[in-house]
Structures are given as C-alpha cells and as structure tokens.
C-alpha cells in the first residue's frame, strides 16, 4: 500500500533499538513519518537533495530541476543557462525538498582545472508544518567531468547536513557527515538512462553510527520524465555500537515512489 508522504526529512534520528518493520533498526514502524526517522529514511532522503544537481546538469546536458536558475539572467530559448558563465551559481528558490519540504540556497561552482569542478553547498530545508526542525547542507563535492560520464567524490568531514530544531529545550542539533568511501560513477550517454553507481556513508559527528549505502543496481534517471530515479536499489548497512543492520531501498519505476524497508513513500510531496 502506497503510504503519502508530505512531512519533514527528518524529525530526530537516534538507533531504533526495536519494533521496526522486519524487526529492523533501520527503519522503525510502517508509517512515513517513522521511516524518515530512521536511519535508512535519512540516508536515502539527504542524498537526493544534495545530488538534485547531477554531473549532465553541469555540463548542459539536462533541463534543470523545477526552481533551479543559474545566473542573474535567465537563459535564451534552447540555451542550456550552464553556458551563461564559467563558473556559475545554482540558486534553489523553493524548489521542492525529497521530504515535501522546500529547499533554498545555493550551489556555487569552480572549475578548475578544466574539467573538475568543485560544487560548495550552502542550502536549507525547511519542512512542513506541524514539523518544527530544519535541516541546512554545507560543505563541498568535487565532480570530474570526461565526455558523458564523470565521477563524483566528497571527503570525510567536507560535506555536512545538520538537524536543528530550536523549539526542543535544550536545542536539538544533530550533525552528519556525508562522504564517499570511493568515487561515485555517473554516465549520461543516453539522456534517457542517466546512471549512478557507487558507494556512500552517513555518519553521525559525536557517537558510533554510521551508514553505508551502496548502490546496486545503479540509480538510473529519465529526466524528461522524472527528476528522481526511476529504477535502482540502495544496499544500506548500518553500523552502530553492538550491532548492524541491513535494509533495501529500491525505486519503483514510478515517478518520485522510493520504497524503503518495504513501505512506499513519496518524494516531494
């Protein structure tokens, strides 16, 4: 049964010690908001914003998603805006968040040397009311670009995505860093089947927990149809002070419907 999906990324994410579906620790009942909770629901969610700009965006290759501009001015017809500056900012301006919320800031760009660009997040997501936290993205990825495929890496410590939430007395603030063990693999040879392969980690800064997702099958994109994968599973392999864990998250091939420890849950809305 397909469950909606409209609240925050993330209300608190701490070990679920019991009672998920399956018996998991990674995910923690059947209920969207449960799921998001957990850490399968933030490993997977923080992820597709932060890759919302993809490698074939850089380079002009696809459309940019719903509420991303680059530049002061917006492009001429049929002009790909990547064009309109060597080293170009992305600006979200409400762009719709993987949790519903809306997304805002900026990625500013450097290309140095040709080929390599340097991406420096600066962004905020702001949930959906009754939800009180808010989650801001900040740090680097470094894409290498060779034709139609280019590989992504961040390094331990370069990339956060931090919780707050300053109605809990005291505040709460929960911090992640985001990194690849190894480079990420994207292909846009066909624009119709962007493909990204790999491995990532979730950590949390302060206690023992950690997740690493790997992606196989690869995501695969369409996006002249979707902005969210299409086909795909992460493999999530929780590790946390004595114990691990294993969950899968697979895309559907229906737009924007991630199915995570077996509930299906909605992108963006």
């Given amino acids: 049964m397909k469950l909606a999906y409209g609240c925050c990324l ?26 998001k909770a957990a850490p399968a629901g933030v490993s997977t969610l923080v992820f597709m914003d932060l890759e919302l700009v993809r490698p074939d965006h850089l380079t002009g290759a696809s459309t940019l998603p ?4 680059v530049g002061a001015t917006p492009p001429a017809a049929g002009i790909a805006p990547q064009i309109l ?18 997304l805002n800031g900026t990625i500013t760009v450097v290309q140095s040397p040709a080929g390599t660009y340097t991406e420096t997040f600066n962004l905020t997501v702001t949930p959906t009311a009754p939800v009180t936290g808010v989650w801001t993205y900040v740090g680097t990825q470094v894409v290498v670009v060779s034709g139609t495929s280019a590989t992504l890496s961040i390094a331990d410590g370069a990339l956060t995505a931090t919780y707050t939430d300053s ?22 040879t066909n624009l119709h089947a962007i ?10 800064v302060g206690i023992t927990e950690s997740v690493l997702v790997s992606l196989q099958p690869a995501l695969v994109w369409d996006p002249a149809t ?12 929780l590790t946390a002070t004595g114990f691990t864990d294993h969950t899968t ?3 559907t091939g229906t737009c924007g ?4 420890g077996g509930v299906d849950l909605h992108l963006g809305q």
Wanted: charged share 5%; net charge positive.
């Fill in 10 to 35: 993330l209300v608190t994410l701490g070990l679920i010690s019991c009672g998920g579906t399956s018996g998991s620790t990674s995910v923690n009942g059947a209920d969207p908001t449960s799921i």
């Fill in 66 to 69: 719903t509420g991303v501009t």
């Fill in 85 to 102: 500056a060597a080293n170009p900012t992305y600006t979200f301006t409400n762009c719709k968040a993987a949790n519903g919320g809306t």
């Fill in 167 to 188: 109605t809990v007395t005291p505040t709460l603030v929960k911090t992640y860093h985001i990194s690849t063990p190894a480079t990420l693999a994207v292909n846009w």
């Fill in 195 to 204: 493909s990204l392969s790999g491995s990532y980690q979730v950590a949390r």
């Fill in 226 to 237: 979707c902005g969210y994968p299409l086909s795909g599973t992460l493999t999530l392999d």
């Fill in 249 to 251: 998250v697979t895309f």
């Fill in 257 to 260: 419907v991630v199915t995570i």
